[in-house]
């Protein structure tokens, strides 16, 4: 049973925040622990701490390896030996130094092939700040040290919306300058084969939302519409990938047409996760598609407003982890008939003008042998 079970890697993240409480309270089910090996990457003393704060009837076990780590039990790994002092719901540049250390750690751990998948509680943007992480969040970090060369693309999801970010952590007034044809055209693939391999959807409808209100009204809101979106759908279309558009944002998702999709690409970030966090805050998973980890994490931050009260609701990460090996088992059943493809047996057809290879299958090669003879 221990080989078939998915090792599921959890970094704590802000330590003064609402990561320790979800995620104790997310194995006081013992269901969960049939479900994956948990490894949390973090501090036993901090989560102590946290557990006995909130009287939270969840054990743990120390381990000294992430290949220590056993099943039927939450598996407990530090990742610094420093004492980290906790102020429920205060940021701190210590909590920021303790969330990168455990993110570091499991980074360096799954290089290794100590994990099958990563989750990751909320982590302060401010605190986390330093010589060795200089990224707006977890995504562009995460890509930076195992995306191999891939590109990122942040999904926002639930059972039943998808949300994509074609721009993510930028400030307005930047958003209007980094989107062009090319990187929609780019998300946009990137996307298509997230929604084939990791949610085993076939032929996946992709929705492509306007960057400006009423998508320009025909260019006397802005152009981007006509001069950039459109022709990256188009090129997109002709790459064989089913994506429609430009929708109005406010419309498409006030009128429910999200419903009709299997995902959407929003321009910039609030555009996208508004409506989405709006309709999915409960049991809503951020999801790092197009790298080769699989990295997933609950949709909401450190809440330092609710940290060390006992209310915060452990159901997104509970999510997360379930995408996170969902996801770990549709790109298995999709890569293992692309591992072995069949060798094709060639041979040459030589006629008056040149040499033409030919790729014949070994069965009806046999019976033209054969016919031969």
Do not use: W
């Amino acid at each position: 049973m221990e080989d078939k079970m998915i090792r599921v890697a959890i970094t704590h993240g802000d330590t003064n925040g609402i990561g320790y409480e979800v995620i104790l309270k997310a194995f006081e089910a013992p269901e969960m622990l049939d479900l994956c090996i948990p490894i949390i990457y973090g501090s036993p003393k901090v989560a102590a701490y946290h557990r006995n704060l909130m009287n939270i009837q969840t054990n743990f076990s120390i381990i000294d390896s992430a290949k220590d780590a056993k099943p039927g039990r939450l598996n407990m790994l530090a990742t610094f030996d420093e004492e980290v002092k906790v102020e429920m719901g205060q940021p701190s540049k210590e909590a920021g130094i303790a969330s990168l250390k455990a993110l570091e750690k499991a980074l360096a751990d799954y290089k290794e092939g100590a994990y099958d998948v990563l989750v990751t509680a909320p982590i302060n943007k401010n605190n986390i700040q330093s010589e060795d992480f200089n990224f707006c969040g977890h995504t562009e970090y995460i890509e930076s040290k195992v995306g191999e060369g891939d590109k990122a693309l942040m999904i926002l999801m639930n059972d039943r919306l998808r949300v994509a970010l074609a721009t993510t952590h930028l400030p307005i007034k930047d958003v209007a300058g980094a989107i062009n044809k090319e990187l929609i055209v780019e998300k946009g693939k990137i996307l298509h084969q997230s929604l084939k391999r990791d949610f085993s959807i076939p032929n996946p409808r992709i929705a492509i939302l306007a960057l400006n209100p009423h998508a320009g009204d025909g260019g006397v809101l802005g152009t981007e519409e006509q001069e950039t979106i459109i022709p990256a759908i188009q090129e997109l279309e002709e790459a064989g990938i089913q994506a429609f558009g430009p929708y109005p944002a406010d419309g498409f998702f006030g009128s429910g047409t999200y419903a009709k999709f299997d995902a959407i690409l929003a321009m910039y970030h609030d555009q996208g996760l508004a409506p989405f966090k709006t309709i999915a805050i409960e049991d809503g998973v951020n999801y790092t598609a197009g790298l080769p980890i699989i990295r997933t994490s609950p949709d909401h931050g450190t809440a330092y407003d609710i940290a060390g009260k006992n209310i915060a609701d452990a159901n997104s990460l509970r999510h997360a982890i379930y995408s996170a090996i969902d996801i770990f088992r549709n790109r298995k059943n999709y890569d293992e008939p692309l591992a072995n493809p069949l060798k094709k047996l060639y041979h040459e057809k030589r006629d008056d003008s040149e040499k033409v290879r030919f790729a014949i299958p070994k069965a009806k090669q046999v019976k033209e042998e054969e016919k031969k003879e």
